[in-house]
DNA sequence: CTGAAAGCGCTTACAG
DNA sequence: CTGAAAGCGCTTACAG
């Protein structure tokens, strides 16, 4: 280590302290009510010593301490959003939705995540008590966290709103945007059997995850209705990650009746089911075909590229985060909590074809 | 729209009152200040009295203002990381890194993106002297923002770190942790010329991005060192994006003299060209080898499997962050402003083969 | 060990 | 249009 001679000097530098809107009253010669009225309510404030006012600011630099606005408006234009993994592409472009609303609605955001994360049930709720943000977006089912979530919401009025996935019962009453999870599954599973697929298998993310639940709901639906038998060992976990649906794919492929279409409950996973199925010396579509959900930037350039289920995911986003800010702003009597259902669709590219068997 | 009859009414389950530390105190039959001690200082309370504010702060369901503290200790406990894109699998695993040690500091996250973010250089600024954040982490260069947040930071003395890239000039001086990714791409570059490859392209990000700059400044002189000719046309801007490597990558397979080697500056962008690369009707590596970088998690599934730079993402983050923590404790003469070098590696898969030509 | 009091930097009725 | 003053909910010397 060859530190510089000064390297630990605390006074270097020792410039400008803080300056408050105290300094900036003082040489303006005004009060500080009236600085503060300048900036936030200009209108009201005669045009001098407005001008007065604008040059002290200038001077001084002077910019107003966040910490005390917020403390004083009890609100910290802060916003929570909770999601199960930020590394998911889909999940990405719903946040890029969300980020777009937040910036023209003045508020920054706060990621958790919970898959990543160890957040307990506990520091969630603390989260949420705390004040320390106006509202909460959540994007991933907190079926541990629900009753959590609930009556810290009821105590604090927090404004909540639930994105991508339809809300568990325990948050009824919640707003809420999503697609219609189980009729996108079913239309990808009745486009495998409209292709002539009959042994169909599905990747399906976790247990805690309604939103995959929902998709497993609706390919077993389509199933069903098209007389399909599903066998046993033909729905496997893929954990919502890529070594965990090619684990998934392995497990699949072992059965002896090896399905010749597999719908993966999203495109992360499908990434490694189609990779698991060309490791294992198949090829997709002729052997196997493969469907995935979501539509991420990567599905087009998967190799084949991924037939999949396109959501609009910006706009999920945007709509979240709008009716998140309404909620904020008028109260949480505001509005409906209706489900806002938006539009999804199927994505053909050619990672499906007829099976050969 | 069939909403409820009762859905706009206000007043429904109006409960409990926000509970402030003096209604806890009065509880207790005691002073704010004997309450803020057993919360924050309990051991200069007597047990006896401690054990009175629990019971009442337990039957309140009281739970400190974090508005007001933040205020009073001046202190958020909110970094802000600005990057160029979180969607990016490699700033997603350094953020990982962050988060964890982030977690272990009682520290939340903010985050900014310069990419698919309008945000001006006096918007960031501004954040700066906001006081919103005790600390920042730059990921990505922030040539444009340079100046502004140097002189903010003097004025606030706010704690900055830098990672995954050196600093530019305008900020030298701040700490940062990063691999050395000059050599890195020499690496890259040279582990391509030892298989035999003459005709090596490259596909940088774009010009303002310091880290993508190092990254071809190595490839140059490794090919410089190694007296290969680098002809005009071989080195092209591929946006740090999918699609502006599949443009990126047709324009270098346009040349008539076409290379038999291209050394992506990124993954992601890997991951277009080898597309496109297989979409001109190519194979990798037969016609064409591809050698990416940061070894994200999908550069294992891609097909062919993608030899790359691996950098150790959650340990620059964890690093980082350590840092910042520091500097926020002990004040910004703690330790040195030193750039930390951890190891990059060279993962070999099977996107490089010799060169059939 | 405990309490009374000052004060952090703002905003906002309330008078004038 | 402007100022004096109260107060947001905490924390922390300072006395006792």
């Given at each position: 280590m060859t530190g510089r001679l000064n390297d630990t000097d605390p006074q270097e530098d020792d410039d400008l302290p803080d300056v408050s809107i105290k300094v900036v009253a003082e040489i303006a010669g005004v009060s500080i009510a009236t600085v503060s009225r300048c900036i936030n309510n200009p209108e009201k404030v005669s045009e001098q010593t407005r001008l007065k006012v604008q040059q002290a600011i200038l001077e001084t630099g002077y910019s107003p301490n966040t910490l005390a606005q917020s403390f004083r408006r009890g609100r910290t234009n802060l916003i929570m959003v909770v999601l199960p993994s930020i590394g998911d592409p889909f999940f990405t472009a719903v946040m890029h939705g969300i980020?777009?609303?937040?910036?023209?609605?003045?508020?920054?955001?706060?990621?958790?995540?919970?898959?990543?994360?160890?957040?307990?049930?506990?520091?969630?709720?603390?989260?949420?008590?705390?004040?320390?943000?106006?509202?909460?977006?959540?994007?991933?089912?907190?079926?541990?966290?629900?009753?959590?979530?609930?009556?810290?919401?009821?105590?604090?009025?927090?404004?909540?709103?639930?994105?991508?996935?339809?809300?568990?019962?325990?948050?009824?009453?919640?707003?809420?945007?999503?697609?219609?999870?189980?009729?996108?599954?079913?239309?990808?599973?009745?486009?495998?059997?409209a292709q002539g697929h009959e042994r169909i298998a599905m990747i399906y993310g976790q247990e805690s995850s309604l939103l995959t639940r929902d998709r497993e709901f609706g390919y077993r639906d389509a199933m069903k209705t098209a007389n399909l038998e599903i066998r046993d060992g033909w729905v496997a976990a893929g954990q919502l990650s890529i070594s965990g649906a090619r684990q998934a794919t392995r497990e699949l492929l072992g059965n002896t009746d090896r399905p010749t279409a597999i719908f993966c409950a999203n495109d992360e996973m499908a990434i490694g089911c189609?990779?698991?199925?060309?490791?294992?010396?198949?090829?997709?579509?002729?052997?196997?075909?493969?469907?995935?959900?979501?539509?991420?930037?990567?599905?087009?350039?998967?190799?084949?590229?991924?037939?999949?289920?396109?959501?609009?995911?910006?706009?999920?986003?945007?709509?979240?985060?709008?009716?998140?800010?309404?909620?904020?702003?008028?109260?949480?009597?505001?509005?409906?909590?209706?489900?806002?259902?938006?539009?999804?669709?199927?994505?053909?590219?050619?990672s499906v074809a007829k099976p050969s068997s």
């Open positions: 980020r777009a609303a937040a910036k023209e609605k003045g508020y920054s955001i706060l990621i958790e995540e919970t898959q990543h994360n160890t957040m307990t049930a506990d520091e969630i709720g603390a989260l949420l008590v705390s004040r320390q943000t106006d509202g909460i977006i959540l994007l991933a089912s907190m079926s541990p966290f629900g009753t959590k979530i609930l009556s810290a919401q009821s105590r604090r009025r927090l404004p909540i709103v639930v994105g991508c996935e339809k809300i568990s019962s325990d948050l009824a009453d919640l707003p809420s945007v999503h697609i219609d999870n189980v009729a996108a599954a079913k239309d990808a599973t009745n486009y495998l059997i189609l990779h698991e199925i060309k490791a294992a010396g198949l090829t997709v579509p002729g052997d196997v075909s493969v469907i995935g959900f979501d539509d991420i930037r990567y599905a087009e350039v998967t190799d084949p590229p991924l037939t999949t289920i396109g959501q609009p995911a910006e706009e999920i986003g945007e709509r979240v985060m709008y009716r998140l800010c309404r909620r904020i702003e008028e109260g949480r009597g505001s509005g409906n909590n209706q489900a806002q259902i938006v539009p999804h669709k199927l994505v053909i590219r050619q």
